[in-house]
């Protein structure tokens, strides 16, 4: 059997594979609650075999939210939702996980797809519209050159106390709604990403300067996170491992980082890079598997991502120590089925990850056929 489809247990969960769908912004919610939509998107991922399927970006308060359409998981409300969701991955014997989210300077954003804020006045109530001036370590504008950032406000000791106080109780509703895996969303320039960057952190206080206080914010939030989140499931945090960027955050400091939120419980590290700035690594297959790797090195256990489409890439990288998880992003939406078929190349005539609806179906085709037989 292939490292790839092979369990693997952290804590108390024991995944069915190392397939990891990465998590997706949907701009699909309003008021941040899920609906049919990440019903459907989040479901087929279990039906084509993946072992952990990770939700969007979920805003931890309702200024944190990258846009007014992503989900949210700062009131009670939002649980029943999500707990039908997460229901139906488990049916389906996927492990279900979510990223806690807070975009800092990088919220109140257009939907994706729209250009700009171009909602109609009729159209504004109808998609729950809202845009709002976002909070930052620093009162600095994220450099674009696209026109759809704000100046934030910065933020004060007590906004920071009450933003780690709510990635606390996101987990404690995440919990409540079933998940197995909070990770919380320390990447790709959102606020704790900007508080590690001395790029986007200018502040003079306890929370910038110095390498160790522009960690601080980051490691507060796991130690709140991990003390509401049961000791039972595992909690990941997914990094820019660098900011690719002149003076930005670099390896080398992941490398610390990594080191100070394994000591606190964090199990796993998602090694993503950028978004902090301009960034200066060019996209390529495979290319932040060697991030992933450095902070392996540290003792972390890890999650690569970025372009790995290969089942014989993303086994080679398991088989090489560079990472113990892959996640897919852009993969997993053009094939929900990836594991399925990645199963079938890299472990012959296996059919267990097919739902059992279609499985002897697919099995008795390929007869037919004289294919795919083991
Ligand atoms: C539609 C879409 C939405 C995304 N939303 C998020 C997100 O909510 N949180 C996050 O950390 N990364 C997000 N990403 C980045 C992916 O998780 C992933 O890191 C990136 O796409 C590289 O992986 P890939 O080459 O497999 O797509 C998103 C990517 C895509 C394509």
């Given at each position: 059997?292939?490292?790839?489809?092979?369990?693997?247990?952290?804590?108390?969960l024991?995944?069915?594979?190392?397939?990891?769908?990465?998590?997706?912004?949907?701009?699909?919610?309003?008021?941040?609650?899920?609906?049919?939509?990440?019903?459907?998107?989040?479901?087929?991922?279990?039906?084509?075999?993946?072992?952990?399927?990770?939700?969007?970006?979920?805003?931890?308060?309702?200024?944190?939210?990258?846009?007014?359409?992503?989900?949210?998981?700062?009131?009670?409300?939002?649980?029943?939702p999500?707990?039908?969701?997460?229901?139906?991955?488990?049916?389906?014997?996927?492990?279900?996980?979510?990223?806690?989210?807070?975009?800092?300077?990088?919220?109140?954003?257009?939907?994706?797809?729209?250009?700009?804020?171009?909602?109609?006045?009729?159209?504004?109530?109808k998609?729950?519209?809202?845009?709002?001036?976002?909070?930052?370590?620093?009162?600095?504008?994220?450099?674009?050159?696209?026109?759809?950032?704000?100046?934030p406000?910065?933020?004060?000791l007590?906004?920071?106390?009450?933003?780690?106080?709510?990635?606390?109780?996101?987990?404690?509703?995440?919990?409540?709604?079933?998940?197995?895996?909070?990770?919380?969303?320390?990447?790709h320039?959102?606020?704790?990403?900007?508080?590690?960057?001395?790029?986007?952190?200018?502040?003079?206080?306890?929370?910038?300067?110095?390498?160790?206080?522009?960690?601080?914010f980051?490691?507060?939030?796991?130690?709140?996170?991990?003390?509401?989140?049961?000791?039972?499931?595992?909690?990941?945090?997914?990094?820019?491992?660098?900011?690719?960027?002149?003076?930005?955050?670099?390896?080398?400091?992941?490398?610390?980082?990594?080191?100070?939120?394994?000591?606190?419980?964090?199990?796993?590290?998602?090694?993503?890079?950028?978004g902090?700035?301009?960034?200066?690594?060019?996209?390529?297959?495979l290319?932040?598997?060697?991030?992933?790797?450095?902070?392996?090195?540290?003792?972390?256990?890890?999650?690569?991502?970025?372009?790995?489409?290969?089942?014989?890439?993303?086994?080679?990288?398991?088989?090489t120590?560079?990472?113990?998880?892959v996640?897919?992003?852009?993969?997993?939406?053009e094939?929900?089925?990836?594991?399925?078929?990645?199963?079938?190349?890299?472990?012959?005539?296996?059919?267990?990850?097919?739902?059992?609806?279609?499985?002897?179906?697919?099995?008795?085709?390929?007869?037919?056929?004289?294919?795919?037989?083991?």
């Amino acid at each position: 059997m292939s490292l790839l489809f092979s369990p693997l247990t952290l804590r108390e969960l024991t995944l069915r594979n190392r397939a990891v769908v990465a998590p997706m912004c949907q701009y699909s919610a309003q008021h941040g609650f899920a609906n049919d939509w990440h019903f459907v998107h989040l479901g087929r991922f279990a039906l084509g075999g993946f072992g952990l399927v990770i939700m969007e970006a979920t805003g931890v308060l309702p200024e944190g939210r990258i846009s007014y359409a992503d989900l949210g998981l700062w009131n009670d409300d939002h649980v029943g939702p999500l707990k039908h969701i997460v229901e139906f991955l488990h049916h389906e014997n996927s492990a279900a996980g979510i990223q806690l989210a807070h975009a800092g300077r990088k919220a109140s954003t257009p939907v994706a797809w729209r250009h700009g804020f171009d909602e109609t006045e009729e159209e504004k109530p109808k998609v729950a519209f809202e845009s709002w001036t976002p909070v930052a370590p620093s009162a600095i504008i994220h450099p674009s050159s696209a026109p759809i950032y704000t100046t934030p406000r910065e933020m004060t000791l007590d906004d920071i106390a009450r933003t780690v106080q709510a990635f606390a109780d996101a987990a404690r509703r995440a919990d409540e709604a079933g998940f197995d895996v909070v990770e919380i969303h320390g990447a790709h320039g959102y606020l704790i990403n900007q508080f590690l960057s001395p790029l986007a952190n200018h502040r003079t206080d306890q929370y910038g300067g110095s390498r160790e206080n522009r960690m601080r914010f980051a490691l507060e939030v796991a130690r709140a996170t991990r003390a509401a989140w049961p000791e039972q499931k595992p909690l990941f945090m997914r990094i820019s491992a660098t900011d690719a960027a002149d003076g930005g955050w670099q390896v080398e400091d992941s490398v610390v980082l990594a080191r100070e939120l394994t000591a606190l419980g964090v199990d796993a590290i998602h090694v993503s890079s950028g978004g902090v700035s301009s960034y200066m690594l060019k996209a390529a297959p495979l290319y932040q598997v060697p991030l992933a790797k450095a902070i392996k090195e540290t003792g972390a256990t890890t999650i690569a991502v970025g372009l790995i489409n290969d089942p014989n890439d993303a086994e080679m990288i398991l088989e090489t120590s560079e990472a113990d998880l892959v996640a897919f992003a852009r993969g997993a939406l053009e094939d929900p089925n990836w594991p399925i078929h990645a199963h079938h190349i890299l472990d012959g005539g296996e059919y267990d990850l097919w739902p059992k609806q279609a499985r002897e179906r697919i099995r008795a085709k390929d007869r037919a056929l004289g294919i795919r037989q083991a």
